[in-house]
């Protein structure tokens, strides 16, 4: 038994290996081929020599605008009042696309939340050592609006654990703590969509198991959706366990980057926004009719698109903060991210031609989100190809194209900047959550580039097995020891209900 426990991490490496060295060789391997015998045969590859720097840049120019709006208009967060992005009021577009919630807005934003309810999400198995420490901070720091506070821990698990017992004490002690065991079911998703039937709160918020928001969580998001212009808001996400090693190091200033300065600027830039799985309020009657798909490997990423085609918004706001576990182990960052990769490549494949024909979304919201979709899923790939051609050219002894040299400054200084440039606006509006030092913010600029071609390298792996039809979800370990889940079904293994 022994020598299985210790053989099975290798034949798990080996497996991923091969993937690697498959996937590359055609991504890399036969493009090399072929720009060879393009070559020899007295053709040119100036075409991509000047194409793939562009969309480099395209993607530097995202970054580096998101990053200045982010630092010229951070404050507008704090006065909670709806309005057209800067890009749209650029070109004066109007605002007559957006649906307004079914709830009339409130004059006075500032007055409490309605009954409001929280779901968290869990995967007992894998998050027992953590939920009573989640549970119990809830329910001793969130803020109770007026009307009525009610915390739901949806769960599945294979079969009863001793912890459901001390759970049930619990929800003696505290009458608000519902316990919703969800039996038969093997998602997330599921969890929550069975916790919608019975939430009696006007306002549900999602969490995960190992997130803790802030006290005044329902408080913030409340003077968005009394405007009746949203119909969800999306909060911040904070690592908290940042000094466990260089990795969640790197986690920590990454999400900084993204929940500080690209999420946010969604709604600066184009007044548009999404649901990131958990720390999100949505108004419940509209989350009761969108719901989560189980078939979905990014369910919230799917809802978002469905919530946005039907004509609602989503707001995001970098001051409803919560506190989360980053994964500590390389396995555990490899089986998130390339969940992540794979489910926003099925988000694309489903929604990118309802989203051009769509008249819910205007025209810089439809370009944002085909920028998000389908042109980042296919960047990896092109992406990739700056190194077969440069091997074509080495193989057949020819000189590259003549390209005059302010454009290669330009492109090569344009993409190494942007990353840099994101991170320090990420540093300069970083939350009072994070104790992350400026080192740390450094260390990850010049981590970037190698950062960058590891996640390149998971994201083909996860466009393979898609079209492999791999679409197994593998549990990020919880705890402090990032220890691997307990054996029993995962939370979810969803190719056979996707078949």
Same mark, same amino acid.
């Given at each position: 038994?022994?020598?299985?426990?210790?053989?099975?991490?290798?034949? &798990?490496?080996?497996?991923?290996?091969?993937? !690697?060295?498959?996937?590359?060789?055609?991504?890399?391997?036969?493009?090399?081929?072929?720009?060879? %015998?393009?070559?020899?045969?007295?053709?040119?590859?100036?075409?991509?020599?000047?194409?793939?720097?562009?969309?480099?840049?395209?993607?530097?120019?995202?970054?580096?605008?998101?990053? &200045?709006?982010?630092?010229?208009?951070?404050?507008?967060?704090?006065?909670?009042?709806?309005?057209?992005? /800067?890009?749209?009021?650029?070109?004066?577009?109007?605002?007559?696309?957006?649906?307004?919630?079914?709830?009339?807005?409130?004059?006075?934003?500032?007055?409490?939340?309605?009954?409001?309810?929280?779901?968290?999400?869990?995967?007992?198995?894998?998050? $027992?050592?953590?939920?009573?420490?989640?549970?119990?901070?809830? /329910?001793g720091t969130i803020h109770r609006p007026p009307a009525g506070f009610e915390l739901i821990l949806a769960y599945n698990r294979p079969e009863r654990l001793a912890i459901e017992a001390e759970l049930e004490a619990m929800a003696e002690k505290y009458p608000e703590l519902?316990?919703?065991?969800?039996?038969?079911?093997?998602?997330?998703?599921?969890?929550?969509?069975?916790?919608?039937?019975?939430?009696?709160?006007?306002?549900?918020? !999602?969490?995960?198991?190992?997130?803790?928001?802030?006290?005044?969580?329902?408080?913030?998001?409340?003077?968005?959706?009394?405007?009746?212009?949203?119909?969800?808001? $999306?909060?911040?996400?904070?690592?908290?366990?940042?000094?466990?090693?260089?990795?969640?190091?790197?986690?920590?200033?990454?999400?900084? %980057?993204?929940?500080?300065?690209?999420?946010?600027?969604?709604?600066?830039?184009?007044?548009?926004?999404?649901?990131?799985?958990?720390?999100?309020?949505?108004?419940?009657?509209?989350?009761?009719?969108?719901?989560?798909?189980?078939?979905?490997?990014?369910?919230?990423?799917?809802?978002?698109?469905?919530?946005? /085609?039907?004509?609602?918004?989503?707001?995001?706001?970098?001051?409803?903060?919560?506190?989360?576990?980053?994964?500590?182990?390389?396995?555990?960052?490899?089986?998130?991210?390339?969940?992540?990769?794979?489910?926003?490549?099925?988000?694309?494949?489903?929604?990118?031609?309802?989203? !051009?024909?769509?008249?819910?979304?205007?025209?810089?919201?439809?370009?944002?989100?085909?920028?998000?979709?389908?042109?980042?899923?296919?960047?990896?790939?092109?992406?990739?190809?700056?190194?077969?051609?440069?091997?074509?050219?080495?193989?057949?002894?020819?000189?590259?194209?003549?390209?005059? $040299?302010?454009?290669?400054?330009?492109?090569?200084?344009m993409t190494l900047l942007s990353g840099p440039i994101q991170a320090l606006a990420a540093w300069a509006v970083r939350s009072r959550s994070t104790k992350q030092t400026f080192f740390d913010y450094v260390f990850y600029c010049i981590a970037i580039p190698f950062y960058c071609i590891f996640k390149n390298v998971i994201a083909i792996i996860a466009i393979y097995d898609h079209?492999?039809?791999?679409?197994?979800?593998?549990?990020?370990?919880?705890?402090?020891?990032?220890?691997?889940?307990?054996?029993?079904?995962?939370?979810?293994?969803?190719?056979?209900?996707?078949?």
């Amino acid at each position: 038994m022994k020598k299985e426990l210790l053989h099975k991490p290798f034949v &798990l490496f080996g497996a991923i290996l091969d993937k !690697i060295i498959f996937t590359h060789v055609l991504v890399l391997g036969l493009p090399t081929i072929l720009y060879y %015998c393009v070559l020899v045969n007295g053709g040119d590859l100036v075409v991509l020599h000047l194409l793939i720097p562009i969309l480099y840049v395209v993607t530097s120019v995202v970054v580096m605008g998101e990053a &200045l709006a982010t630092l010229t208009a951070y404050r507008s967060f704090r006065r909670y009042k709806p309005q057209r992005g /800067l890009l749209q009021k650029w070109i004066g577009q109007d605002r007559q696309h957006r649906r307004v919630t079914q709830a009339p807005a409130v004059t006075v934003p500032e007055l409490q939340p309605p009954r409001s309810s929280l779901i968290v999400a869990a995967y007992l198995p894998n998050e $027992q050592d953590i939920i009573f420490e989640t549970l119990e901070y809830i /329910l001793g720091t969130i803020h109770r609006p007026p009307a009525g506070f009610e915390l739901i821990l949806a769960y599945n698990r294979p079969e009863r654990l001793a912890i459901e017992a001390e759970l049930e004490a619990m929800a003696e002690k505290y009458p608000e703590l519902v316990l919703l065991n969800v039996e038969g079911s093997r998602s997330k998703a599921e969890n929550i969509n069975e916790a919608l039937k019975i939430v009696t709160g006007d306002v549900t918020g !999602i969490l995960d198991a190992d997130h803790r928001p802030n006290p005044d969580c329902f408080e913030r998001a409340w003077r968005w959706l009394a405007t009746g212009q949203y119909a969800a808001v $999306q909060g911040r996400n904070v690592i908290r366990n940042y000094n466990e090693n260089l990795l969640a190091r790197l986690i920590g200033v990454e999400f900084e %980057c993204m929940y500080g300065v690209s999420h946010p600027a969604k709604s600066l830039l184009v007044d548009t926004g999404m649901f990131c799985g958990s720390n999100g309020y949505w108004r419940t009657s509209i989350l009761r009719r969108v719901k989560f798909s189980h078939r979905m490997l990014t369910e919230d990423i799917d809802a978002t698109l469905r919530a946005l /085609l039907r004509g609602h918004n989503i707001m995001h706001d970098p001051n409803i903060i919560t506190t989360e576990l980053a994964p500590e182990s390389l396995k555990a960052f490899w089986s998130q991210r390339k969940r992540w990769a794979q489910g926003w490549l099925e988000v694309a494949l489903k929604h990118q031609m309802p989203l !051009i024909r769509s008249r819910k979304l205007d025209g810089w919201q439809k370009v944002y989100w085909s920028m998000l979709l389908i042109y980042s899923a296919a960047f990896h790939f092109i992406a990739l190809q700056v190194f077969p051609m440069f091997i074509g050219l080495t193989l057949s002894q020819l000189e590259a194209p003549t390209v005059a $040299q302010e454009y290669v400054w330009f492109t090569t200084g344009m993409t190494l900047l942007s990353g840099p440039i994101q991170a320090l606006a990420a540093w300069a509006v970083r939350s009072r959550s994070t104790k992350q030092t400026f080192f740390d913010y450094v260390f990850y600029c010049i981590a970037i580039p190698f950062y960058c071609i590891f996640k390149n390298v998971i994201a083909i792996i996860a466009i393979y097995d898609h079209f492999m039809g791999d679409r197994e979800w593998v549990v990020t370990a919880r705890g402090s020891s990032n220890r691997p889940a307990p054996m029993g079904l995962p939370y979810a293994d969803v190719r056979d209900r996707a078949s």
